[in-house]
Structures are given as C-alpha cells and as structure tokens.
C-alpha cells in the first residue's frame, strides 16, 4: 500500500500572500482542517490547521494577515511512492494529522494525505482480512 493510493490527488490549496480569513472561508466551505500553502512557484512552503487560524483570529481579529505570517513550516512532505507504513510514521513522529504529498523532484504538491486517510486505509485492511 503506497501513500498515492490514499492520498486526496490535486487537493485545495492556499497562496501564502492570501490573508488568514481567506483560508478559514476555504476551510468551511470545502470542510478541510489542513491548507496546504504555495509559494509563488507552486512549491508547498508551508501547512496552515483549523487550531492556526482559530489561533489567529484571536491574536490579530480583524486585522489582515498573511497565512505566509502564520503557517507551519518548514513542512513535513512524502513522496507517492512512499509506504503508507512510513506515512503514519512520520505523522506520529512530528505529531501531526498530514502529510503534504510531492513529487519525487522536490516541492510540487500532487496531493496530501490525512489521519481520515489513514484510516480509510486500515478499514480496507481489515476488509481484505475479513475482520
């Protein structure tokens, strides 16, 4: 089982000059709790949560603020390619519910690819065992 057969391919994504309100409308709107952040060349410069931006709202109110200001980063990424074993791996390590997925040649984002991903995977796991 690789990270692409259970990552969300071309997901939504934010530019990092976008203010934070910007991403919270995305985020309720599409039902997300990750946003990845590009960088003016498509690359992912960074990973905004639901908690950041709730984070934010509190600190900077009304107050535009670009989710460059905001976002995690450097970003933990996983190629395609990858053992969905090292997916979770990685996720438990850093303590994070997301890995951004790139291409094999550095930054460009091909897709991300959550704990309810994750999950997806263990149940047609257990499918296939018959439990």
């Given at each position: 089982?690789?990270v692409?057969?259970y990552m969300?391919?071309?997901p939504?994504?934010?530019?990092?000059g976008?203010?934070?309100q910007?991403?919270?409308s995305i985020?309720?709107?599409?039902?997300?709790?990750?946003l990845?952040v590009?960088?003016?060349?498509?690359?992912c410069?960074g990973?905004?949560?639901?908690?950041?931006?709730?984070l934010?709202a509190?600190?900077?109110?009304?107050?535009?603020?670009?989710?460059?200001?905001?976002m995690?980063?450097p970003?933990?990424?996983i190629?395609?390619?990858a053992?969905l074993?090292?997916?979770?791996?990685?996720?438990?390590?850093?303590?994070i519910?997301?890995?951004?997925?790139?291409?094999?040649?550095?930054g460009?984002l091909?897709?991300?690819i959550?704990?309810?991903d994750?999950?997806r995977a263990?149940r047609d796991?257990?499918?296939?065992?018959?439990?």
């Amino acid at each position: 089982m690789q990270v692409r057969d259970y990552m969300t391919a071309a997901p939504i994504t934010i530019d990092a000059g976008a203010d934070y309100q910007d991403a919270f409308s995305i985020m309720e709107e599409k039902g997300l709790h990750h946003l990845p952040v590009l960088d003016a060349g498509g690359n992912c410069a960074g990973l905004v949560a639901r908690r950041d931006l709730q984070l934010a709202a509190r600190c900077f109110q009304e107050a535009p603020v670009e989710i460059g200001e905001i976002m995690h980063q450097p970003v933990t990424t996983i190629s395609p390619d990858a053992d969905l074993g090292a997916a979770v791996e990685r996720m438990m390590a850093d303590h994070i519910g997301c890995l951004p997925v790139s291409d094999n040649g550095g930054g460009h984002l091909v897709g991300i690819i959550t704990e309810t991903d994750l999950l997806r995977a263990l149940r047609d796991l257990l499918v296939e065992r018959g439990g």
